[in-house]
């Protein structure tokens, strides 16, 4: 008989990236790979995470360029903007505190995973 324990513990299992252990770098970071392709858009979110964040668009206003307000983007940019945020999250939130701490001033996805994986190298956390 299943319990209301396992039952949240089942509803739960896919809304957190996997947690990495200090042992088993390499296959957490399959694993986190995995994940993100499980998400909505995860091809997008993996791909910023492997290439770097969105160039966001410029507009010429009043003989002025800036780039775009969230607000301004098309539906495809605006899609592109979220998949960029949510890799970033997806890393962090499957930090442990000790290596959230060094690495949570990192914003962009593939700056932090970069990050993450040379924290990790030469140390027992490869192996």
Same mark, same amino acid.
């Given at each position: 008989?299943?319990?209301?324990?396992?039952?949240?513990?089942?509803?739960?299992?896919?809304?957190?990236? !996997? +947690?990495?252990?200090?042992?088993?770098?390499?296959?957490? *970071?399959?694993?986190? @790979? &995995?994940?993100?392709?499980?998400?909505?858009?995860g091809?997008?979110?993996?791909?910023?995470?492997?290439?770097?964040?969105?160039?966001? !668009? +410029?507009?010429?206003?009043?003989?002025?360029?800036?780039? *775009?307000?969230?607000? @301004? &983007?098309?539906?495809?940019?605006?899609?592109?903007?979220?998949c960029?945020?949510?890799?970033?999250?997806?890393?962090?939130?499957?930090? !442990?505190?000790?290596?959230?701490?060094?690495?949570?001033?990192? *914003?962009?996805?593939? @700056? &932090?995973?970069?990050?993450?994986?040379?924290?990790?190298?030469?140390?027992?956390?490869?192996?």
């Amino acid at each position: 008989m299943t319990t209301l324990a396992d039952k949240a513990i089942l509803s739960g299992a896919d809304n957190r990236p !996997p +947690m990495l252990e200090k042992d088993m770098y390499d296959s957490w *970071k399959s694993i986190t @790979e &995995l994940y993100m392709m499980n998400r909505q858009h995860g091809r997008m979110i993996l791909e910023f995470v492997e290439k770097g964040p969105l160039i966001w !668009p +410029m507009i010429k206003e009043n003989g002025v360029t800036r780039p *775009k307000k969230y607000s @301004e &983007l098309t539906a495809t940019e605006s899609i592109q903007a979220d998949c960029d945020i949510k890799a970033t999250n997806i890393i962090l939130q499957g930090l !442990p505190p000790e290596v959230y701490a060094l690495v949570s001033n990192h *914003k962009v996805a593939k @700056e &932090l995973w970069e990050r993450i994986q040379l924290l990790m190298q030469g140390t027992l956390l490869t192996k």
